[in-house]
């Protein structure tokens, strides 16, 4: 089987109909975020020049002062890289035959989920706050009959949309299921 996308424990014939990451705003507004944090070293440095420099003049407060900057700016780096693979190791994917949840937790830890399509009972979009209704991206929640109980599509773009398609899907198979059990029905009762 050949895939654009990796799919965990893929099952024949199953193909990807949503492939589903946050909204580009969410990773633009941590960037920023991250981007503003490395500024502020610099702004410090340029508004308190004319107390910051009397200081340099001893030996010792110059490379302390850079060791101190090179940490900051490593840590403030590493904040950035994870709030991006964060960001981009979080998906959901939507097949024609289940609904599987990867979620990247810190850098080191992932979790997979999944649940059958048709056992999907309820599908839920929700957008709230200003920036979420003018770029239409938000939340939507699966409830399932399975084990976990309910799949959260956090901040992802057009939520209504995927809300109709995920019960869309489920409907065609939870048919295609129940078109299953009656031929196995009347297989069992002909033999």
Do not use: C
């Not at 309820?122 to 799949?151: H, P």
């Amino acid at each position: 089987m050949l895939l654009k996308h990796y799919i965990p424990h893929s099952h024949e014939d199953e193909k990807i109909i949503l492939l589903l990451r946050r909204h580009w705003f969410i990773i633009l507004r941590k960037l920023l975020l991250w981007a503003v944090v490395a500024i502020m070293p610099v702004l410090f440095y340029l508004l308190a020049f004319d107390i910051i420099e009397p200081l340099f003049a001893g030996g010792l407060t110059r490379p302390l002062f850079v060791l101190f900057v090179s940490v900051y700016y490593l840590y403030t780096w590493l904040f950035a890289f994870h709030s991006f693979v964060d960001y981009y190791l979080d998906v959901w994917i939507v097949t024609n035959k289940r609904i599987i949840n990867i979620e990247q937790k810190g850098l080191f830890v992932r979790h997979v989920s999944e649940q059958k399509l048709h056992r999907v009972q309820d599908v839920t979009a929700e957008l709230k706050g200003i920036f979420s209704t003018l770029l239409d991206y938000g939340t939507v929640y699966i409830q399932t009959a399975g084990e976990q109980a309910r799949f959260v599509f956090k901040e992802v773009p057009r939520p209504q949309e995927v809300a109709k398609k995920v019960i869309k899907m489920s409907e065609q198979e939870k048919r295609f299921q129940h078109l299953l059990e009656q031929n196995d029905d009347i297989h069992t009762e002909t033999v």
